[in-house]
């Protein structure tokens, strides 16, 4: 049994009695948002009978699985043969550069032709961090000259993928604030320009949300969907700690996705979101 559902349940086993308002705060506690915490104690509370540990944990496995959609696990590519183009999105030290890189790695491996392009010009250390791992991976990739414009960094290694042939381009861009108005702004700039080449790019825009930061991660998701509007959401640092509540509550109030998780620092540490691993190994 994994982290969050041993603790809940041996919380609940050594009671004679379910405390209703503890187990509620248990479950805000543990990021599954206010709404699913309600709901899941309402359904037990419904059986009116005396509840076990047992009662507890399937139901709450239960309300988890009815949460998530069916597993998506492919990014189909555009009919058209144009590339799919992805936008990486996050708040500073979420492991965004790192999932941009590793995504491109995931899809390589499957055969598929992928680029890069490393769209945080303001920080060096960004485009070093992108430029070892593309040595390392052997994925090309389309840097600018320092503090050069974002969005015509990504415009232009659109115009080359086209060109190659590239099947897919993963564009790493600034960590921001979610609450920084003129950074948000730019992202939409970076969406518009690629838009400019295919009216359908980017197709996919993920946001990057770090497992251990809670209830903030929702903010951050909120905020990053006005600005860019998100497909998806990769979730890093989920190490099967009973982390990663919190991609319940993004999922429930907004209608995002977990498409991948990252569950350490190296390449093969990164796959594709599947509900039923989420729920049995990771929560």
């Known amino acids: 049994m994994a982290g969050f559902f041993k603790n809940l349940y041996n919380k609940v086993a050594n009671r004679s009695d379910v405390d209703w308002d503890e187990l509620e705060a248990d479950l805000i506690a543990a990021d599954l948002g206010v709404r699913t915490s309600l709901e899941i104690v309402e359904s037990l509370r419904a059986l009116g009978r005396k509840i076990s540990a047992e ?28 590339p799919l183009v992805i936008l990486i ?24 032709s992928v680029a890069l392009a490393a769209a945080d ?17 052997h994925i090309p990739l389309v840097k600018g000259a320092k503090n050069a414009d974002p ?30 108005h003129n ?17 359908g790019a980017p197709h996919h825009t993920l946001l990057v949300v770090d497992a251990t930061t809670g209830g903030n991660a929702l903010n951050q998701a909120r905020e990053f969907n006005k600005a860019v509007p998100l497909s998806g959401v990769i979730v890093t640092k989920l ?39 989420f729920v049995d190994q990771i929560l």
């Open 151 to 180: 969005a015509s960094v990504c415009y232009t290694a659109h115009q080359q993928a086209i060109s190659n042939g590239t099947q897919v381009l993963i564009c790493d861009t600034a960590g921001r604030l979610h609450t920084s």
């Open 239 to 277: 190490d099967g700690s009973g982390k990663g509540g919190v991609t319940v509550a993004i999922q429930k109030e907004l209608d995002i996705a977990p498409r991948f998780i990252g569950t350490g620092e190296e390449p093969e540490q990164f796959e594709v979101f599947s509900r039923k691993k």
């Open 183 to 199: 950074l948000m702004e730019e992202l939409g700039k970076i969406s518009r320009i690629l838009g400019k080449q295919d009216e």
């Open 121 to 137: 010009t303001f920080r060096a250390a960004a485009v070093e961090q992108l430029e070892r791992w593309s040595e390392r991976l």
């Open 89 to 112: 999105v996050g708040v500073n030290g979420t492991g965004k550069t790192t999932s941009a890189a590793k995504l491109a790695r995931l899809l390589a491996q499957q055969g598929t």
């Open 55 to 82: 009662d507890v944990v399937e139901a709450t496995r239960q309300h988890i699985s009815e949460v998530f959609p069916e597993d998506r696990a492919n990014l189909d590519l555009p009919e058209d043969g144009r």
